[in-house]
């Protein structure tokens, strides 16, 4: 979901006007997932490597996600949303970490789009850890890899869309992107509809996937 400090700078407004307007964007995307029938959609919504980010800004962040919580779990806990997260959200402060903790205990019974948030994750941490609890139990093979993601009781990665122009991964699911479409767009997350998400599926569901085959 990239693109809110740019699109902030060009309208000469804080960056933290560009993350809110971001958490928008997100409450559009999530509805419309539903709608569309996606069985999960997942969202990269803080990196390991944004702890580099300054302090205010990070503050700003996990500010807008206790917001975000409290105000749309009860719509999406209604509409059969369940709630995952992947990476290590335990690093967070205590009362974002209760608050994350209470909105999985509430979805986890629910059976319609599951939506995966990706907070304090890294691919290549997650890959490392998976590699180590597969040591632990046997052999590493890709199977028992697999088996110890943080994604694991999630459907394969069809398509991963890239918002805002850049065209490169940024340690986002690298393991589970091998053979993933991948749609990288223009378009800043702020500004980003139900409409680019209805015409990103319209064009994976015309490409051919052949899995390293003919």
Do not use: C
């Amino acid at each position: 979901m990239d693109g809110n400090g740019r699109w902030a700078k060009k309208r000469l407004l804080p960056r933290a006007m560009g993350h809110q307007r971001g958490v928008e964007a997100v409450r559009r995307i999530v509805r419309g997932a539903r709608e569309l029938g996606l069985e999960a959609l997942t969202l990269y919504a803080f990196s390991t490597e944004n702890w580099r980010r300054p302090e205010e800004e990070i503050s700003d962040l996990m500010g807008l996600m206790k917001r975000f919580i409290l105000s749309d779990l009860d719509e999406f806990a209604k509409a059969g949303v369940r709630l995952r997260i992947i990476g290590d959200y335990t690093a967070f402060k205590p009362d974002v970490v209760e608050l994350i903790d209470g909105a999985i205990a509430r979805t986890a019974g629910n059976t319609g789009t599951t939506l995966a948030v990706a907070l304090n994750y890294g691919a290549r941490d997650e890959i490392a850890r998976a590699a180590r609890k597969a040591a632990a139990k046997g052999e590493i093979t890709p199977e028992s890899i697999e088996a110890e993601l943080d994604t694991a009781d999630l459907p394969p990665l069809d398509l991963l869309i890239r918002t805002s122009g850049e065209v490169r991964l940024s340690n986002f699911l690298l393991w589970q992107a091998a053979y993933a479409e991948m749609l990288f767009t223009d378009v800043l997350w702020p500004d980003f509809t139900v409409d680019h998400l209805r015409e990103a599926l319209d064009d994976f569901a015309n490409r051919e996937r052949r899995y390293g085959g003919r």
